[in-house]
């Protein structure tokens, strides 16, 4: 893993990353946001922000009073509807008149196994789903967004979240919570989907960038290293599913308790939650099988 780094900018202030990019950092510090969510400010002139970040006056106001008196916001982009990223994107779209653009709204990207899932009752974890979200503009993949000097080709990531998208100024890339430095993404079905993401991280390491802008946290000066870290580690702990279940079967809930022994007793439903995640990415390779119906609760063993 990436080690800890230096990164605590004040929030509400706009700090320049390069000519044309700015950042500000909202305030809303926690387990799951680091530091905050990074808003981005792009252009010279016409101005893409993206992910506005969660409901705050104090975030909006700043984001606003960032403008120089040349500058207008005419592009809010949301890589996707976390409620720490996009719901502040009404307020300030009525602010400035500009269109709101993603994906789509909070199911859209979702796979079918996890459409399954959550058509059967399994609720969502990690930083929660702004439901409410809706995009005035939906963008696909491989579509580019185009503004006043600047373009940003479209890349969808679904496994953070199915409607998750990475965004490629040239060679930077702003890759929000598919990519981070200081911990690695969240998969939490049925809104995270593990297949999804490591094929995402596999697209993105076919090619070269200079830079990564995550959603939270410093940016990433060795995006290569950065992926092959993350798809090691998700392998890492595919390897201790497997093995674990080599000794017996056992539901999520009791593979997270061999593999993760000295995790608190608070954290592991967070653990089943992954091992779950993991689960399901297995089943579809047909390296397990699952007695009764595809859940938490099912019991897994190793294919013979």
């Not at 004040?10 to 808003?39: C, D, F, H, K, W």
């Not at 503009?137 to 600047?150: A, F, L, P, Y």
Request: one cysteine or more.
């Amino acid at each position: 893993m990436q080690a800890p780094d230096d990164f605590n900018p004040r929030p509400g202030i706009a700090v320049e990353m390069q000519p044309g990019l700015r950042r500000i950092l909202a305030p809303n510090p926690s387990p799951m946001t680091y530091r905050g969510t990074n808003t981005y400010l792009l252009g010279t002139y016409d101005i893409a922000v993206i992910d506005p970040g969660p409901l705050s006056d104090a975030h909006l106001s700043a984001i606003l009073e960032a403008l120089q008196p040349n500058q207008r916001i005419s592009h809010i982009i949301v890589t996707h509807s976390h409620l720490d990223h996009s719901p502040l994107a009404a307020s300030l779209a009525a602010r400035v008149g500009a269109p709101i653009i993603a994906f789509g709204g909070p199911e859209a990207g979702r796979s079918a196994v996890m459409t399954h899932l959550a058509a059967h009752g399994l609720a969502g974890g990690g930083e929660g789903i702004d439901t409410r979200f809706r995009p005035d503009v939906e963008i696909g993949d491989g579509e580019v967004i185009r503004g006043d000097g600047w373009d940003l080709e479209v890349i969808h990531t679904p496994g953070h979240l199915g409607n998750h998208i990475a965004l490629a100024w040239g060679d930077v890339c702003f890759t929000a919570d598919h990519v981070m430095g200081w911990a690695s993404s969240l998969v939490s079905p049925p809104d995270g989907d593990l297949t999804d993401f490591m094929a995402a991280c596999h697209r993105l390491r076919a090619r070269d960038w200079s830079v990564f802008h995550a959603g939270h946290g410093a940016p990433i000066t060795d995006p290569a290293g950065r992926l092959d870290w993350l798809i090691q580690h998700r392998l890492g702990r595919e390897a201790q599913i497997l093995s674990a279940l080599e000794d017996a079967p056992g539901t999520a809930r009791q593979l997270a308790e061999r593999i993760y022994t000295d995790t608190p007793p608070a954290l592991l439903p967070a653990a089943e939650r992954n091992v779950f995640a993991h689960l399901v990415d297995l089943e579809g390779k047909s390296q397990v099988s699952f007695t009764g119906r595809l859940s938490a609760k099912a019991v897994f063993s190793r294919s013979s």
